[in-house]
């Protein structure tokens, strides 16, 4: 049973920080992209970043420069770094792995006010 399960998640004002957390299990964590994601009310749910097995990143352009994705695979755990957060990045925040089909975890909240 593969579970994830984010957290880390709060209100900040704009320029804040947060770093969110993406604990995995039942995955072989090691040689997964793991992605995270966002949905904001009435919004679609949006790429935010992503890493690789070899720890290669991507990220959405409007994230870019200010958050950092990073893995650790002894802990089965991906993070995500916020910095210089924005009203705009306020929603739910969702991790996802593909190992054999596709896993979502619950999402954990970021607000962010102005």
């Known amino acids: 049973q593969v579970r994830l399960v984010e957290s880390g998640g709060g209100e900040v004002q704009a320029g804040g920080s947060l770093r969110l957390s993406c604990a995995t299990s039942?995955?072989?964590?090691?040689?997964?992209?793991v992605s995270w994601y966002r949905q904001a009310p009435g919004q679609e749910r949006d790429f935010v970043a992503n890493i690789s097995s070899a720890g290669m990143r991507n990220y959405a352009d409007s994230v870019k420069g200010r958050f950092t994705m990073s893995r650790d695979n002894a802990r089965s755990t991906a993070y995500l770094e916020m910095k210089n957060l924005k009203p705009e990045d306020t929603a739910v925040y969702y991790c996802r792995l593909w190992w054999r089909r596709e896993f979502w975890g619950k999402g954990t909240q970021v607000t962010v006010s102005s």
């Open positions: 039942g995955a072989n964590f090691k040689i997964v992209t």
